[in-house]
């Protein structure tokens, strides 16, 4: 072929490239041209390796090939387009496959129909959304074979290069996630997936003028993607090669025998979760299963926490450089590795009898409670380590633990003088330490069922929650039969008292709008910002605390859930909450997810807006809060809803933030708008907003309706004080 202007790495606009014409990268490594696929009849523009000279021009708008393979359409203003964007059937160093979270677009490699015709073929190579990092081979859209997940600048199933010809870089971010073959200069690799499905990693020998093959995958059994079904992993070492995970068996023992392994394994002993009577077996050296929840957390810990009170999770991994990561439901594509240092270890959910007497074993009911109980913790030197408030620290926790002495000394003996009130979990008093500083605790009571998940909720869960509008949790006490939370003190009491209560000081339309603002920004830093994302399950007036300059702090984390990143939604059997606070979609099917929180949110603006409480009967109709807001929302009377009290400017346009509550109660939880939505219709006044549509719950008799229809759940109404009572002293 004849190189556009004697070997040119630049095509100019209006510049042509004819058949007998090429362009050579600078360094001559790649040559771009016209081919014709083996014996094939038809003519098309691709790369391929050159050892043609260089020469390099200039133009104003040019499509220059680059050294690294990349065809760049470049102008003034930067690069317009790139081959690197979109590849065919192999990946260049420099080239990244993946998605943008902005335009939704992937980035992956298509083999070739056959050997002559380069058309989109039956495989593809690329990055799962949803995955941590790894590559996956998908015949049209079933799954063939994954890299294992990304750990340490590696995958488990690809070993790394010794001699620093390639590696892989992976960047994720708000932009979206990618990964980075990169390449040494000197020497020219590529990947290819080929017409059968099977990637394959290429080397060019320069003294030899050919290819050679350096990896192929999938090359074995245990490669093929969940070969051994569910909760089955394989073996390359054994067999046969799949077997069950311990505490299972083969789900079809017949087809076992028959070497048919694709029904998986199925439990030897069910979970019963309810009675948490469950604990984790460490399973070492193994590639990790496929799709994991990720949870930003700092310690194997909390991370063993959110996968012993989820139900759904079956077994959970940590690591320094991989993170948290937990796995809802079926584990499947699990192998041993050979290897033992690309392996991860994974810590499988079994019934304690499942479980041996000794060995790789993690009891979760027994990993930080029953530490807690001793009244003492040694410092380094093995001395009893106290400060002056008189609490010792448990490090497993990072939480203080007072000793049950010190709280009956710090609440004069649990004296009615100091209780602040009493709820569904136990009563609350006010106490002061030997510092000085005033604290509320809260004594949970012995009959309570839902206070001791509430105690370990708060005690390993939102001690790693740090917000200023998130009440903080300043220490426990677990002693025989005791179960204490202290608090710090809230000198305003908490919301409801202001609202509902009318010998209480007055809120005005200021002092309202912050409170708004404050738990809307509590919200969204528990469903997006904080390490491990919670749905708090438990929002309601009295939760919310004000302090010293009626800044709002959410309270009451005992119903709280820790959601995957990935995680949608979850359900629940036994529907916990407080009615009228409780989304429709929780109410009949037990279903939450962060909309739950949305729901209540809506409520509270509704009810800071009106100073009504959202449990009164309002209008001729007997309806709720919501349906009356709705219906003067329907006839535009918004400002009938308005507390009577409040003076307000008609610069404040109050209707706005009723429009808002409604957005957050429609009924379809689709439809609700997210927390950051939120923060951003109260933050800025110019954005318009959609009209809501009708919310669920719009009189009594359809409420009692409802709830009646999931009957076959156990509807408890927690309306516990816990520390949302609290009277100023």
Known sequence: MKNLRGGSDTISSGQFLFSNQTIISKEGNFELGFFIPGNSSNCYVGVCTSSSSNITTSNTTQAILLDNGNLVLASGIGVIWQSFDYPTDTWLPGGKIGFSRITNATIVLTSWKNKENPAQGLYSLGMDPTSNGEIFIWRNSNKLWRSGGWQAGSFPSMETSIDDSYNFSYNSNDEGKYLVYNGNKSIISRIVIDISGTMRQYFWLPRLQKWTIFRSLPSSLCDIYSSCGAFGYCDISSSPSCCCLPGFEPQFKQDWDLLDFSGGCMRKKPINCATGQTGFLSIPTMRLPAYSESLEVGRAEICEFACSFNCSCSAFSYSSGGGCSLWLGNLLDIEKQQNGSTGGDLYLKLDLSELPAKGNIVHHQNLFLLDLSSNRAKDNNGATAKDSRGEVKIESIGLPVFSFSSIVAVTNNFSSENKLGEGGFGPVYKGRLQSGELVAVKRLSKKSGQGFEEFKNETELIAELQHRNLVRILGCCLEQDEKILIYEYMPNKSLDTFLFEPKQEFLDWQQRIRIIDGIAQGLLYLHQYSRIRIVHRGLKASNILLDGDMDPKISDFGLA???????????????????????????????????????????LVLEIMSGKKNTGHYGSDNMTLIGYAWELWKTDRLLELIDPSLQISSSSNPGRYITIGLLCVQENPADRPTMSDVVAMLRNEQMSLTSPKEPAFTTWRNFLNTSSEGGHFAVCSTNDVTISLLEAR
């Open 561 to 603: 859930r820790i959601f995957g990143l990935n995680e949608l939604q979850a359900n629940t059997n036994r529907i916990v909450g407080t009615y009228g606070y409780m989304s429709p979609e929780y109410v009949m099917e037990g279903l939450f997810s962060v909309k739950f929180d949305v729901f209540a949110f809506g409520i």
